[in-house]
């Protein structure tokens, strides 16, 4: 566990999967979930080399399949420091033999942590380093506290939206795959009210939304701001009952259901040059009252 803080904030986040262990407020109050192994062990994986889950967990690249599990290899992987502070850390994951065998290239993944003026950036920098073409997706999946610690009742919690957000959801099939028929959206407006039985379906999939940044908690309370302004798609998430929720920037998603092509053709992939790096920043900021 590397520990660090400031700005009103402290995180631990482990070298397993660079995963943020806790966020915490000046009081000591823990914003991130636990990981209580009732619901789900995670609390803020990373997404590398895909986000979401791959029809038949493979993928196709120059005629050869290949095999790889739900949202990738990084959130197990072990990551390297490479260099610290009092109020940051970065960690480093680069390919190897294991890498390989399931994901073909050269890459080499840094991720930023820094506290600073109430808010935890987190900034995720992917790099070719091999002399071909990359396909590649990262995403973010912090699991949030729900209800936050500051006294207010778990169902007057909500997101809400920098804009309107009316364009239709997409939800995932029996599979994991995004299902072909988009949904209607539950979000009012600006504002998605929160309840456990929007998640019985699994997660809500914002593939194309209009905002770049939420605002999360009770009306009344003190609320986290969630800002990805590289990240074009959003997923929302829990399993109904449990004590988070995930608010998940993105770029990149699950297969759409009987996807067969090429993994370059997959949706929410980008294609790293040789030589090519690509950073994915998501800021959370603890906002008071007043």
Not at 79 to 85: C, D, I, P, R
Not at 109 to 131: P, S, Y
Not at 192 to 199: E, K, Q
Not at 253 to 259: E, L, N, Q, R, T
Request: aromatic share 10%; glycine share 10%; net charge negative.
């Amino acid at each position: 566990m590397i520990e660090i803080a400031g700005g009103g904030l402290s995180a631990g986040i482990t070298a397993l999967g660079a995963e943020l262990h806790y966020l915490r407020d000046a009081e000591g109050r823990d914003l991130l979930w636990d990981g209580d192994p009732a619901f789900w062990t995670g609390r803020a994986p990373l997404l590398f080399p895909i986000v979401g889950g791959l029809n038949r967990d493979s993928y196709h690249l120059d005629g050869e399949t290949y095999h790889l599990a739900k949202h990738g290899f990084a959130r197990r992987s072990r990551f390297s420091v490479a260099g610290q502070t009092a109020d940051h850390v970065i960690f480093r994951l680069e390919a190897d033999a294991e890498t390989r065998a399931v994901y073909p290239f050269d890459f080499r993944l840094d991720v930023r942590f820094t506290l600073h003026d109430g808010a935890l950036t987190v900034t995720a920098t992917v790099a070719n380093r091999g002399d071909t073409p990359m396909p590649a997706s990262f995403g973010f999946h912090p699991a949030l506290r729900w209800p936050l610690p500051y006294g207010q009742p778990r169902d007057i919690h909500r997101i809400h939206f920098a804009r309107p957000e009316p364009a239709p959801i997409r939800r995932l099939d029996g599979d994991g795959l995004v299902s072909p028929t988009p949904r209607p959206t539950p979000i009012e407006g600006d504002v998605l009210p929160l309840a456990d039985a929007l998640f019985t379906d699994d997660a809500i999939i914002l593939d194309t939304p209009a905002s770049r940044a939420v605002t999360y908690g009770a009306p009344a309370g003190p609320q986290l701001a969630i800002d990805f302004p590289d990240m074009p798609m959003l997923g929302i998430w829990t399993k109904p009952g449990a004590g988070y929720i995930c608010i998940e920037p993105w770029h990149g998603i699950a297969d759409p259901a009987g996807f067969l092509g090429d993994i370059f053709a997959k949706p929410g992939i980008l294609t790293f040059a040789p030589g090519e790096e690509n950073a994915f920043t998501m800021h959370i900021a603890l906002q008071k009252p007043g």
